[in-house]
């Protein structure tokens, strides 16, 4: 949980870089940000938390619908910063309590949740998740900060049967972490009844589904079949759909697949922009090398080739050699010539932030 609270304190640092620039567009902006920073850290410092939640209220309910919710950055720091001083009681009312915006009630559940980052279940906040009346914006942040287990199953299936958006896109992605077979099954039922479902439903079908056939790789006698199925769904959506977060959704899960197919079929795809292919590069060339080192075939060095003219990546580059050293046909050692040049010139390395997804 400790990369949570850094994530939350790394945002609040870089937007408080943005906070200068934010022009006053009513009396209350002007009250506070007419005022130099030191002199607005010491007079937030004097507000009790009651004070400090409705001040960030009031803001936000002032920048509704602007660009200026980074004012509302110094205000969040400091209710962080005393988090202890608020009993969990009164957090989780206020976060119930529809008086407040949407913003303010979002910044309680993530406040409750830093609060209780070393706890393993989080019980408190996730019984909310059982109330009818609460906004599904307010469960959805709760689904996709708060921790669950296994325990958690069947709650996490009924929110995705009650609804069609963000509460049951964060939901089918947490289930998917604890039971994969049972996401998978949801994602069927979704994916073979498409004009019915959402765009948020089939983005988290599409993810879900993505992952359960990267698990079951060497496993499932049927996966070649399954495989194939999902490329030709994946790529049906991109090319057909007007939506373009459902292009970019159905992308992004053929890149998560990461076969050899699933990238073959990104990298010949002429309807998939240049810098997606660079960016599904980017996320298999762990895939590539894997390729390269387990008796590839021609086609599986071609496509290598393919995926270094787009992006070419160092960490590949001995295996390129190695098997540049025992191939036969002269055109094809060429080609291996030319792409161990590239990388050496252009090459950088891979990112290591795929390595534990891969």
């Known amino acids: 949980m400790l990369k ?15 906070f200068g620039g934010i022009v006053a567009a009513n009396d209350l902006f002007r009250e506070y940000f007419s005022k130099d920073e030191a002199t607005l850290n010491k007079e937030l410092g004097s507000l009790s938390h009651k004070q400090l939640i409705s ?11 602007t660009d200026h919710l980074n ?3 110094p205000f969040v720091t400091e209710l962080f910063q005393r988090k202890n001083e608020i009993d969990d009681s009164e957090l989780l009312k206020d976060i119930k309590d529809n008086r407040y915006s949407l913003i303010t009630r979002e910044t309680l559940v993530d406040l409750y949740i830093v609060k209780h980052e070393n706890d393993e279940n989080q019980e408190e ?17 709760i689904v996709s900060t708060a921790n669950f287990s296994t325990g958690d199953v069947e709650l996490l299936k009924q929110l995705i049967a009650d ?15 604890l039971d994969i077979k049972m996401a998978n099954q949801l994602a069927e039922n979704i994916l073979s009844n498409i004009s019915n479902a959402s765009k948020d439903e089939l983005a988290a079908a599409l993810k879900s589904r993505a992952a359960y056939l ?26 057909n ?6 292009q970019d959704s159905a992308f992004f899960a053929l890149s998560e697949l990461g076969s050899k197919k699933a990238m073959k079929s990104i990298l010949e795809s002429e309807f998939i922009d240049h810098e997606l292919k660079v960016f599904a590069v980017d996320q298999n060339f762990m895939n ?39 191939v036969t046909d002269e055109n094809l050692k060429q080609k291996i010539d030319e792409t161990i040049k590239n990388i050496e010139q252009n090459g950088i390395k891979g990112n290591e932030k795929w390595l534990d997804k891969n």
């Open 4 to 18: 949570k609270t850094n994530i939350v304190i790394s945002i609040i640092c870089i937007s408080f870089l943005l």
């Open 55 to 65: 001040e960030i209220d009031s803001l936000a309910k002032s920048t509704e619908g």
């Open 71 to 73: 004012a509302l950055i």
């Open 125 to 141: 906040i996730k019984s909310l998740l059982l109330d009818r009346n609460l906004d599904k914006n307010i469960k959805a942040r």
């Open 163 to 177: 609804d069609d958006g963000l509460l049951a896109f964060h939901s089918m992605k947490v289930l998917n972490k």
């Open 214 to 239: 990267k698990n079951v790789k060497s496993i499932d006698k049927n996966f070649a079949y399954l495989e194939d199925q999902f490329i030709q769904l994946s790529l049906d959506l991109i090319k």
């Open 241 to 246: 759909s007007n939506d373009r977060y459902l």
């Open 288 to 326: 590539l090398k894997h390729l390269l080192n387990n008796q590839p075939t021609i086609e599986d060095i071609e496509l290598v080739i393919q995926a270094m003219g787009l992006l070419p990546i160092t960490d590949l580059s001995e295996q390129l050699k190695n098997i540049a050293s025992q």
